[in-house]
T-cell receptor, first 111, second 115 residues
Framework: GESVGLHLPTLSVQEGDNSIINCAYS??????FIWYKQESGKGPQFIID?????DKRQGQRVTVLLNKTVKHLSLQIAATQPGDSAVYFC??????????FGTGTRLTIIP | GAGVSQSPSNKVTEKGKDVELRCDPI?????LYWYRQSLGQGLEFLIY????????KSGLPSDRFSAERTGGSVSTLTIQRTQQEDSAVYLC?????????????FGDGTRLSIL
């Protein structure tokens, strides 16, 4: 899948710097949150997830923060690389039911 | 191991024709989902199958859309009497959906173009 949007939020980051992508979610009953990376012509690729009983989770070079009070989710990518350039989506769900996706953020890594 | 496989990868058809899109989930995954991604939009939920339970069809946009899942594995999404607004990328995902919440893993989608 490809996401090309005239109004897609964009973020440009110098290679090697850290990036933070933010997301506001809508449903206070959601108990599961997930970040995907989507490259042109590809389907969304799972990056990291977090359950509502946690406020932080770390993976390899990525950290997800969850603030349930203000219904905010963020994805931090450390030491960005050119291969990190893509569109990033947050999504929420209740259990294993359908995901509700945000509009996406296009991240561009500047060499 | 193999990921979610979708076919065809691209489909061009004339308005009014019927189309069938296929999804092969990851082996052993009991939950299967269909989403649609239109140009400039996020992903929109269509339908969800979980084991032998009745599917959640709440996202299907009209009665021209239907889906089935045979033998708890392969799924087919059918669009009858296609319209130009059906043009989009149709994405399938599957998840283990047991032992707690599990991430959905996506295929690369079928890009559908209605002329």
């Amino acid at each position: 899948g490809e996401s090309v949007g005239l109004h897609l939020p964009t973020l440009s980051v110098q290679e090697g710097d850290n990036s933070i992508i933010n997301c506001a979610y809508s449903n206070s009953a959601s108990d599961y949150f997930i970040w995907y990376k989507q490259e042109s012509g590809k389907g969304p690729q799972f990056i990291i997830d977090i359950r509502s009983n946690m406020d932080k989770r770390q993976g390899q070079r990525v950290t997800v923060l969850l603030n349930k009070t203000v219904k905010h989710l963020s994805l931090q990518i450390a030491a960005t690389q050119p291969g990190d350039s893509a569109v990033y989506f947050c999504a929420e769900s209740f259990g294993n039911e359908k995901l509700t996706f945000g509009t996406g953020t296009r991240l561009t890594i500047i060499p | 191991g193999a990921g979610v496989s979708q076919s065809p990868s691209n489909k061009v058809t004339e308005k009014g024709k019927d189309v069938e899109l296929r999804c092969d989930p990851i082996s052993g995954h009991t939950a299967l989902y269909w989403y649609r991604q239109s140009l400039g939009q996020g992903l929109e939920f269509l339908i969800y199958f979980q084991g032998n339970s009745a599917p959640d069809k709440s996202g299907l946009p009209s009665d021209r859309f239907s889906a089935e899942r045979t033998g708890g594995s392969v799924s087919t999404l059918t669009i009858q009497r296609t319209q130009q607004e059906d043009s989009a990328v149709y994405l399938c995902a599957s998840s283990l959906a047991s032992g707690g919440v599990q991430p959905q893993h996506f295929g690369d989608g079928t890009r559908l173009s209605i002329l």
